[in-house]
């Protein structure tokens, strides 16, 4: 199959779309926005190119200056973390306890180790109803907010009542063996055409699945995992997240309701299109370095037409026929967002699996064969992804999609960012997770920021470091393919506020861009009140969240709730013996955490002693 036959039925379609994507020379400011230091955007205040102005720091500080010129300045925010008295207000005494308790059970080793084992043990010696009462009295009671959406009800109602809001997770697991979670990802992200004819198709290695990182749960922290088994079964996970969605609505006015897409669908059709995704990225690269700008940033990256076209009638690309693209464009330029606008998802998914290939200079299929069977497959799972978006938007809930290993994660981000362009029109709805601790994470972030500029939609973001480090960094090692990780913890925390300071200042120049930071770390939420107040930025607006887990860090979630901040616990809900797989990461996450820093249990220390010399012995909130 030629290029010009797959791409000339897409360019139609889109053509008018692709009219719409030119950017004017009013919006010229944030293509390069944030990607230089001060230093550098001073020196280029002056710089003039091809009769536009390179807007960049200066005029976005002159946008934001006469804006805040026509009104009063805000008063800096500044929240005490040390104050425990605040900090642990809706906590009774005996909830101190069992924090103290739990924290200090995570720091011995052997008890994290064994803890599924321990648990097992202690439902045989205890009995199930025993065994129930004394997690609730533990970690249960800790980390999970009851059994179901009904249960967990008051909590929210009372975390709401200071200031903090839920983003509900139902957090039930299959408690599968390695061995049979390695043959249900085997059978689920292998196509047909590998098992008739392995090695015979066009596949990378780090997108296909290999037996010995089967196991998904292996090394990941803070992170539910799905395992395919058939349609059947994802149709129940959806109808779960549906509940959640309604529960989430019903429970609270602003609540959100997250989701993962490998509940929805054989991940086979994400390993498959993230690697068609990746190629065609590779593929703009390489044309790209053809013409000298391999060392731009990936949004000054434009590739000349005149240029392009001459390149093209090699011999080795005689074939490619970009007449037709070129006449529905008005600018003289194709960059990467223009690019993907050629990969439309609303196409037959057997014609979206084609990648080109550099040597022979042909578009192949990514597969041999691709069955109507795994076609059905594929697109019953963009189906219950629009169900659920749909269900979010009448429930008034936003629907926040969780980010999965980089195997996964390029399929995952292009249906969210369909999801966004579909559901963020008037608000933001959908909001897509971004995983600082990979490499690319600033190109991706500034990419999407970018397209939602261009096309009008709110950007919602979810800034996390990450929670597949370990899996990721071995699997990479292991199978041969550059480790997507950034070096060290450092890197992931200049890349984390890289991007966040990227994003605030989207929301500064607009106002429809929206970010939740989601971290435990109180240097990097002390870093955003800082730029906050920098840019004038005021909570109320409710375009910048926080967000914590349930049970963790509640020195950072209710000062800021009670400053007026919109922040959110994660809260996961479900039965005791289906959410053990979840207890057991929690103690495992605890277990570093704890080690690292002394700070929470000396505050909740600090605050039990406060209320004993005040003679609080018997604690109530007051709410």
Known sequence: MSYTKFVAPLVRAN??????????????????????????????????????????????????????????????????FENTQEAYKSKGNIELLRSLLVFKLCTFDILVDKNKELMDLSRKLLGQWMFEKLMKMTFYGQFVAGEDHNSIKPLIRKNEAFGVGAVLDYSVEEDLTQEEAEKKEMDSCVSEAEKESPGADHREKKYKAHRQFGDRRGGVISARTYFYADEAKCDMQMETFINCIKASGGASNDGFSAIKMTALGRPQFLLQFSEVLVKWRRFFNFLSAQQGKSQMTVLEQKLELEQLKLFLVLPLFSFFSFGFIFSCLTSRTIDLLDWNSLINDTTKISNLLMVPNLQTGHLEPLLNIFTEEEERQMKRMLQRVDILAKHAVENGVRLMVDAEQTYFQPAISRLTLEMQRKFNREKPVIFNTYQCYLK??????????????????????????????????????????????????????RMYHKCLEYVLEEIEHSRKANVMVATHNEDTVKFTLDKMNEMGLSPTENKVYFGQLLGMCDQISFPLGQAGFPVYKYVPYGPVNEVIPYLSRRAQENRGIMKRSQRERSLLWKELRRRLLAGQIIYKPVY
């Not at 261009?454 to 090692?477: D, I, S, T």
Request: proline share 4%; aromatic share 6%.
């Open 15 to 80: 053509s008018g779309s692709i009219r719409k994507l030119r950017i004017s020379p009013a919006r010229c400011r944030s293509t390069v926005a944030s990607t230089k230091t001060r230093e550098e955007k001073e020196q280029q205040q002056q710089q003039k190119t091809n009769g536009c102005t390179v807007v960049e720091a200066a005029p976005v500080e002159l946008i934001s200056q006469s804006r805040k010129a026509t009104k009063a300045p805000l008063s800096k925010t500044h929240i005490d």
């Open 440 to 493: 690319e994470a600033y190109d991706n972030v500034t990419l999407d920021v970018e397209l939602s500029r261009r096309e009008g939609w709110y950007f919602g973001a979810k800034l996390v470091r990450g929670a597949y480090m370990y899996q990721e960094r071995a699997r990479a090692k292991e199978i041969g393919y550059e480790d997507p990780i950034n070096p060290d913890y450092e890197a992931t925390n």
